[in-house]
T-cell receptor
Framework: DQQVKQNSPSLSVQEGRISILNCDYT??????FLWYKKYPAEGPTFLIS?????DKNEDGRFTVFLNKSAKHLSLHIVPSQPGDSAVYFC??????????????FGTGTRLQVTL | NAGVMQNPRHLVRRRGQEARLRCSPVKGHSHVYWYRQLPEEGLKFMVY????????ESGMPKERFSAEFPKEGPSILRIQQVVRGDSAAYFC????????????FGNGTRLTVT
């Protein structure tokens, strides 16, 4: 049972354009969401997070949007840069049940930013 | 800038042998987590430890797998009598205390069972 879904395994975007990565979840107990970026042969690197009390969080070129009613979140990267090419994982946890440590990850979206 | 350190980076074991994976958390972090990534899949939670305590091991197979985080030294994930299905990347993460502290991941140990 995949509780966190990233339905697009890959995405190609031109440099300078906006990259939009999507994530859906099914568990209504999730209340904290994170995006991680992963390069080959490295561990995931934390990018940005959002609590369910917000619908938007911004950090530089990265913005995460949360739509609780649709159980959907998205990561926007603008402008996209070649160094952004990596696999992006969406993750979720349930802080209010005391299980914040147990992140549930999606299967990832491979972003390629082309020149 | 010492992040989460995992060793070895690559580990090859024959079926039936034991695998020991080590993880040193970020300095000042008291919470350690182990995740496993199978090919073409996301990371799956295995176990959450604090010093000398296992807090949540609900993601860890009941047999052959064990984890510890002693008072001194690194956290150890131990897999006894490895089988081919144990081949995966094992990632350790650490965080400060607090429910919403992001996890910081190491670069993983890639275990190959031949």
């Amino acid at each position: 049972d995949q509780q966190v879904k990233q339905n697009s395994p890959s995405l190609s975007v031109q440099e300078g354009r906006i990259s939009i990565l999507n994530c859906d979840y099914t568990n209504s107990m999730f209340d904290y969401f994170l995006w991680y970026k992963k390069y080959p042969a490295e561990g995931p690197t934390f990018l940005i997070s959002i609590s369910s009390i917000k619908d938007k969080n911004e950090d530089g070129r990265f913005t995460v949007f949360l739509n609780k009613s649709a159980k959907h979140l998205s990561l926007h990267i603008v402008p996209s840069q070649p160094g952004d090419s990596a696999v992006y994982f969406c993750a979720a946890s349930a802080i209010n049940t005391g299980t914040a440590s147990k992140l549930t990850f999606g299967t990832g979206t491979r972003l390629q930013v082309t020149l | 800038n010492a992040g989460v350190m995992q060793n070895p980076r690559h580990l090859v074991r024959r079926r039936g042998q034991e695998a020991r994976l080590r993880c040193s958390p970020v300095k000042g972090h008291s919470h350690v987590y182990w995740y496993r990534q199978l090919p073409e899949e996301g990371l799956k939670f295995m176990v959450y430890l604090q010093k000398e305590n296992i807090i949540d091991e609900s993601g860890m197979p009941k047999e052959r797998f064990s984890a510890e985080f002693p008072k001194e030294g690194p956290s150890i994930l131990r897999i006894q009598q490895v089988v081919r299905g144990d081949s995966a990347a094992y990632f350790c993460a650490s965080s400060r205390a607090g429910m919403d502290s992001p996890l910081h991941f190491g670069n993983g140990t890639r275990l190959t069972v031949t």
